[in-house]
């Protein structure tokens, strides 16, 4: 599966437009060499190749992105300009949502109707015959 197939990818590049899969992957790639520590977008976008870092545009994205991360739960916010990751990687974040889903898909009962049927008739009017 190629990067593009990823859905996860493909879902987090919905709402940044300006960025394309591949520079989502740098992107999550950048946050993963990242130590835990408190640092800025200005920190981010210094590790990016510079087609991103000198586009303003790009630079927007790269910020709705990591809001987005932070909507997720990766990222936190101690303060308006400053990010914190809550786990080493994104996908070490992922792993324990991917395990509870798989848990709350298998505990899914559908609910089956009663065994009888009702069988509704519809009984038309008699007709007058006209003479």
């Given at each position: ?42 920190d981010v976008v210094n590790l990016l190749p510079r087609d991103i870092s ?53 505990s899914f009962q559908p609910q089956r109707q009663s065994g009888k049927e ?14």
């Open positions: 599966m190629g990067k593009s197939d990823n859905p996860i990818i493909k879902m987090l590049s919905w709402k940044v437009r300006k960025l394309t899969i591949d520079e989502v992957v740098q992107v999550l790639g950048s946050l993963s060499t990242i130590e835990n520590r408190v640092f800025t977008l200005t000198e586009s303003r545009q790009k630079r927007r994205s790269v910020g709705t992105l990591l809001q987005n991360l932070a909507d997720l739960g990766y990222l936190s916010k101690p303060s308006e300009r400053k990010w914190v990751k809550n786990a080493p990687t994104f996908s070490h974040y992922l792993n324990q949502f991917i395990l509870e889903l798989s848990s709350l898909e298998k009702k069988i509704v008739k519809v009984l038309e009017k008699p007709r007058r015959l006209l003479r």
